[in-house]
């Protein structure tokens, strides 16, 4: 199964995306993430978008399709694969459809997580992740088991991403509802949009893309 999931930031798509990877096997490919690594390395595309992405910015459309496009030739997403922050635009949704068609893939289903900008920034803000492993917390919402100490690995350092404060997050939603939010009439008119509330709790959440994906319970 090859699915999107669509939704602004902090909705929840990383979070679900890797609930979908632990217990069906697709592949997370988040554009986010693999930008993150590519500033972390110092090569040259991290050197051009980082200061993008900490304006809160849209990295160009040809930077991202070139990485998504060799990124799903690799073995692990043969058996399907989770598009987590990709597409983000009308232009990268076509260019998506060009190379699943030349791939002879295709993509069964689109998840929007719904959720009201009012609750982003808390869920942002209130957002960390472990240094070591990288697995992903929050303050409220999803706490560790023991505070300070990561539920997965045992670490005991946390990260926060740098544009994650409230004033890049409100250029990230600016960026979501004028060039993102165009794609959920693109996918409805082809009857592979499925809607989540993603203002309910995240085992919630979990439980209704199972449903609307008609795969059964983890
Ligand atoms: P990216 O990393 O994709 O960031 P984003 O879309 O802004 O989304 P987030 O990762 O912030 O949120 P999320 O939906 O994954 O939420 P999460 O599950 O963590 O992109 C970063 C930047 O890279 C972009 O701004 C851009 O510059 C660039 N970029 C990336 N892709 C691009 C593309 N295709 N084109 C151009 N540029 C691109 O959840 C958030 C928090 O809330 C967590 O702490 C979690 O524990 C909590 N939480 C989750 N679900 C719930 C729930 N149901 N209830 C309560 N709390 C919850
Ligand atoms: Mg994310």
Known sequence: MNLILLG??????????????????LVQLSTGEMLRAAVASGSETGRLV???????????????????DRRIDEPDCAGGFI??????????????????????????????????????????????????????????????????????CGATRFLQRPDDNEETVRTRLVAYHAQTEPLLPYYRARGILRSVDGMAGIDAVSTEIRAALGVSAA
Not at 13 to 23: C, D, N, P, S, V
Not at 110 to 137: K, P
């Open 8 to 25: 602004p930031p902090g909705s929840g798509k990383g979070t679900q995306a890797i609930r979908l990877q632990e217990a069906d096997g």
């Open 50 to 68: 980082g200061s993008i992405m900490e304006a809160g910015e849209l990295v160009p459309d040809d930077i991202i399709v070139s990485m998504i």
């Open 83 to 152: 598009l987590d922050g990709f597409p983000r635009t009308l232009a990268q949704a076509e260019a998506l459809d060009e190379m699943l068609a030349r791939k002879a893939r295709r993509l069964d289903a689109v998840i929007e997580i719904a959720v009201d900008d009012g609750a982003l920034v808390e869920r942002i803000a209130g957002r960390f992740s472990c240094a070591v492993c990288g697995a992903g917390y929050h303050r409220r919402f999803q706490p560790a088991a023991v505070e300070g100490v990561c539920d997965r």
